[in-house]
């Protein structure tokens, strides 16, 4: 049977709700009746508008009939993200819109542009409301971790509506470059990954998961905040110019992106000594996701023209197999299966990291030996001889990364176990 509950309408939150309600509607009304476009901030904003006022009056029609208490899901952990992202939706939205689509004779526009503002602070104070009661609120969602990965999955959303529709169509020919599919690979795995691990978070599935989460969520937020701040660097530099106002705005967006990935990396790595548990937080593990990161940037600068030469063939060889065999230790220690394995795992390792040193020592000797002979002048851009220098330069500091994890290993096996 359904209860109706007035209280939660004449309560200070319940009135701030039903303003949010009002005034997303008068927003996206006023916005809908000038006409739609074409561009992705229009549409940015008009889905802003009406997820907002959904998700809104959905959350006041749940609460007045008490149906929320009877929800699988800790209510006020959600209220108060949602509180949280729609704040920042309706942030940059109130500033998108006007920006692009308002001008001095445009009267709906600016209504539109003024109610918009209205709700940002109506959310805002939603969130100041629930904030101020720290004892009531449970839920990953409501900790500073949780408002991290809610404004990391929002800021790679404002990283996709910069993009220009006409970049991501193959006849222009950035898609041919292996540059933007990096950037357009890392700001959609770490979205998709972020938004993963919130839902597995919100509904605490991850605490059934058969590995250690925390490990987990600390090894993706470092290895994010390295492809953030390698995009942040590459795509500035070979897809911006000084009228490129969408590539200037992603460049932006994307710099905030590894800054909250940062943050977050930060705030993992000052938790009190022993709460941080797990390969991936490790030094040694570090080291094997830099070991693949770095393998990773140097599959991006490739070219497939350039292995004409057995030599050339062999350095590739030694990224491929370095790389599989790091993807390989890395899986077994965060799933937990080193013990199954038939031989101790952890000398086993040390034979790999030399090998891989050894192997990696050869290809700092013969990539650059054999890339830059007879090599042609370039007019693309990027230009194949910059890429043959990032891999260049990769390749020696993948080197020194896998030396560097050699001797730790032996120092960590063979000294201070035995001590």
């Known amino acids: 049977m359904v209860t109706l509950d007035v209280r939660t309408l004449t309560v200070p939150v319940g009135i701030v709700r039903i303003l949010e309600v009002i005034f997303t509607c008068i927003t996206f009304s006023l916005v809908a009746s000038v006409g739609n476009s074409s561009l992705s901030f229009w ?24 149906l929320s208490a009877k929800l699988p899901i800790s209510w006020d952990d959600f209220t108060c993200a949602f509180a949280m992202l729609a704040t920042l ?16 004779n445009c009267g ?20 100041g409301l629930i904030r101020a009661k720290p004892g009531e609120i449970s839920g990953f969602l409501s900790t500073v971790p949780g408002l991290l990965k809610v404004l990391e999955a929002f800021v790679a959303c404002i990283i996709f509506i910069c993009l220009d529709e006409n970049r991501l169509v193959a006849t222009v020919g950035y898609v041919r470059s292996s540059y933007w599919a990096w950037c357009m690979f890392t700001w959609c795995f770490c979205f998709l990954f972020t938004f993963l691990i919130l839902i597995l978070e ?29 995009t942040s660097i590459i795509y500035p530099t070979f897809f911006t110019c000084n009228n490129c ?4 705005g992603a460049s932006v967006v994307s710099w905030v992106c590894f ?8 705030l993992t790595r000052l938790r009190p000594r022993g709460e941080t548990i797990g390969f991936l937080s490790t030094l040694p593990g570090i080291m094997k996701m830099l070991e693949t990161f770095i393998a990773c940037l140097i599959y991006t600068s490739l070219e497939p023209k350039q292995f004409h030469t057995p ?6 060889a030694v990224y491929c197999l370095c790389f599989i065999f790091a993807i390989f230790i890395i899986l077994l220690s965060l799933g937990q299966l080193a013990s199954f394995f038939p031989l101790p795992f952890d000398k086993v390792v040390i034979v790999y990291n030399i090998l891989a040193a050894v192997m990696y020592m050869t290809a700092v000797v013969i990539w650059p030996l054999y890339s830059f002979r007879d090599n042609s002048s370039c007019g693309a851009v990027p230009c194949p001889q910059e890429k ?10 993948n080197w020194i990364v896998y030396t560097l994890d050699s001797a730790y290993s032996i120092r960590l096996v063979f000294c201070i176990r035995d001590q």
């Open 202 to 230: 919100f509904s605490t599935v991850s605490a059934k998961l058969p590995f250690a989460w925390e490990d987990f969520t600390t090894a993706f937020a470092m290895l994010a905040t390295l492809m953030c701040l390698t």
């Open 311 to 316: 030599g050339l063939r062999w350095c590739v």
């Open 89 to 104: 939706m309706v942030l940059a939205a109130s500033i998108i819109y006007p920006t692009f689509f308002a001008c001095s």
């Open 388 to 397: 043959l220098v990032v891999v260049t330069f990769m390749t020696i500091f």
């Open 245 to 248: 106002h969408r590539a200037i």
């Open 259 to 266: 800054g909250v990935y940062a943050g977050e990396v930060v």
């Open 108 to 127: 709906k526009q600016i209504g539109a542009s003024v109610t918009s503002c209205l709700a940002f602070i109506l959310y805002a104070v939603e969130v």
């Open 43 to 66: 549409t940015w904003c008009m889905f802003t508008w009406c997820f907002c006022f959904c998700v809104t009056l959905l959350i006041l029609i749940l609460e007045f009939t008490s």
